[in-house]
């Protein structure tokens, strides 16, 4: 599927390539920094996406209208559906992976896009190379605004979303590089339809605005903002005034992240690139509590045994019970940065630092 060629191995320790599809020279996408998705597997497709994105100016989009989303054959590698939606609204690149889950008996792929949406297509072939959309959804308020190098309040995603028992998880997020900011995690109702975004735009005279990249409401033109009476919100997360003052100071908000957010036991876990975690009720997203661990955090949480674990860019990672009040169980000192999430197999702890895989068990378990 490319011009990659090379004859098969005759050295049976050697693996043959099956397939090569080259996204650059048959789709013309222009990847930002890398592509770096992790590929989603739903029966014979396999969902990438291509991190279609700006050039190193990071104002010009060199190919608006390449695919931002594939879906391959993974026997063969064929291309069975391509999706640009993003377009010229791509704000900076996109390194999301894509999740997949079946809701009502309809099997979707749902892709977190470079434009601060996500997007669900039907998980099957589409017509002419193209996918069914079934719905889309703003992540970002509709008057938040793009400004290069984080400096604005309009977000992109990193994350992947999460889906659990019906639902769909997903939090905003910029690139690292970008610092901290305000942020929202969303939960959101897969089984609706069209533009499914909290939020609409009007301008002057009644008529819907499409989106734009830099700012998707202009209040000086005389545009608005209504409720969506089709909204698939179930509720939305950017803090907790704790102190009643009107206004969410540092250790009450929820900031920019690069997190997946963990869910069990009716407890909702994740962390942002601030150093904070915060441990919400997963139906309501009713805040439990939260903990500044005082390091940026880059890596999703683990819960296993009854507790959370979560690493940060000092190399500690914080053990919590899962429980709605705040328990800390223990900080260990990894003695350098961790930027993943901790796995837990069987009955061994792995966590991998900047260096080091360290693997933590129970004396004469680990070896």
Same mark, same amino acid.
């Given at each position: 599927?490319?011009?990659?060629?090379?004859?098969?191995?005759?050295?049976?320790?050697?693996?043959?390539?099956?397939?090569?599809?080259?996204?650059?020279?048959?789709?013309?996408?222009?990847?930002?920094?890398?592509?770096?998705?992790?590929?989603?597997?739903?029966?014979?497709?396999?969902?990438?996406?291509?991190?279609?994105g700006v050039d190193e100016t990071h104002e010009n989009?060199?190919?608006?209208?390449?695919?931002?989303?594939?879906?391959?054959?993974?026997?063969?590698?064929?291309?069975?559906?391509?999706?640009?939606?993003?377009?010229?609204?791509?704000?900076?690149?996109?390194?999301?992976?894509?999740?997949?889950?079946?809701?009502?008996?309809?099997?979707?792929?749902?892709?977190?896009?470079?434009?601060?949406?996500?997007?669900?297509?039907?998980?099957?072939?589409?017509?002419?190379?193209?996918?069914?959309?079934?719905?889309?959804?703003?992540?970002?308020?509709?008057?938040?605004?793009?400004?290069?190098?984080?400096?604005?309040?309009?977000?992109?995603?990193?994350?992947?979303?999460?889906?659990?028992?019906?639902?769909?998880?997903?939090?905003?997020?910029?690139?690292?590089?970008?610092?901290?900011?305000?942020?929202?995690?969303?939960?959101?109702?897969?089984?609706?339809?069209?533009?499914?975004?909290?939020?609409?735009?009007?301008?002057?005279?009644?008529?819907?605005?499409?989106?734009?990249?830099?700012?998707?409401?202009?209040?000086?033109?005389?545009?608005?903002?209504?409720?969506?009476?089709?909204?698939?919100?179930?509720?939305?997360?950017?803090?907790?005034?704790?102190?009643?003052?009107?206004?969410?100071?540092?250790?009450?908000?929820?900031?920019?992240?690069?997190?997946?957010?963990?869910?069990?036991?009716?407890?909702?876990?994740?962390?942002?690139?601030?150093?904070?975690?915060?441990?919400?009720?997963?139906?309501?997203?009713?805040?439990?509590?939260?903990?500044?661990? +005082? /390091?940026?955090?880059?890596? @999703?949480?683990? $819960?296993?045994?009854?507790? %959370?674990? *979560? #690493? =940060?860019?000092?190399? !500690?990672?914080?053990?919590?019970?899962?429980?709605?009040?705040?328990?800390? +169980? /223990?900080?260990?000192?990894? @003695?350098?940065? $961790?930027?993943?999430?901790? %796995?837990? *197999? #069987? =009955?061994?702890?792995? !966590?991998?630092?900047?260096?080091?895989?360290?693997?933590?068990?129970?004396?004469?378990?680990?070896?």
């Amino acid at each position: 599927t490319g011009p990659y060629q090379e004859e098969p191995s005759e050295d049976h320790r050697e693996a043959d390539i099956v397939w090569i599809f080259d996204m650059i020279g048959r789709l013309g996408v222009h990847p930002h920094n890398m592509s770096s998705c992790s590929v989603t597997a739903a029966g014979d497709l396999l969902l990438v996406n291509t991190s279609n994105g700006v050039d190193e100016t990071h104002e010009n989009l060199p190919a608006p209208d390449a695919p931002s989303f594939i879906a391959l054959n993974k026997h063969t590698g064929k291309l069975i559906w391509a999706d640009a939606s993003p377009g010229r609204n791509l704000l900076h690149g996109q390194w999301c992976s894509a999740s997949y889950g079946v809701f009502d008996g309809v099997p979707q792929a749902i892709f977190p896009a470079g434009d601060g949406w996500i997007y669900s297509f039907r998980a099957a072939p589409g017509a002419d190379g193209k996918p069914e959309l079934l719905w889309k959804f703003d992540c970002n308020p509709k008057t938040a605004r793009w400004d290069g190098g984080g400096m604005g309040d309009r977000n992109n995603i990193i994350a992947t979303p999460v889906l659990h028992d019906g639902l769909v998880y997903i939090a905003t997020g910029q690139d690292p590089e970008h610092g901290e900011g305000p942020a929202t995690l969303w939960c959101i109702d897969p089984t609706k339809r069209g533009d499914v975004s909290e939020e609409l735009v009007f301008d002057r005279e009644g008529n819907p605005v499409p989106p734009r990249r830099v700012q998707a409401c202009d209040p000086d033109a005389g545009e608005t903002v209504r409720a969506n009476p089709n909204s698939a919100a179930v509720w939305k997360y950017t803090g907790v005034d704790a102190d009643g003052d009107g206004e969410l100071a540092f250790e009450e908000a929820m900031h920019r992240t690069l997190s997946m957010p963990a869910i069990r036991d009716g407890l909702l876990v994740i962390p942002d690139l601030a150093g904070l975690i915060h441990c919400l009720d997963v139906k309501t997203g009713k805040p439990h509590w939260t903990h500044d661990t +005082l /390091a940026a955090i880059w890596g @999703s949480p683990l $819960i296993a045994d009854g507790k %959370v674990y *979560v #690493g =940060d860019e000092d190399g !500690i990672v914080t053990v919590f019970r899962l429980a709605r009040e705040k328990e800390v +169980l /223990a900080e260990n000192d990894m @003695s350098d940065s $961790i930027y993943s999430a901790p %796995v837990a *197999v #069987g =009955d061994i702890l792995y !966590i991998a630092t900047r260096r080091y895989l360290i693997a933590i068990g129970q004396s004469g378990e680990a070896e």
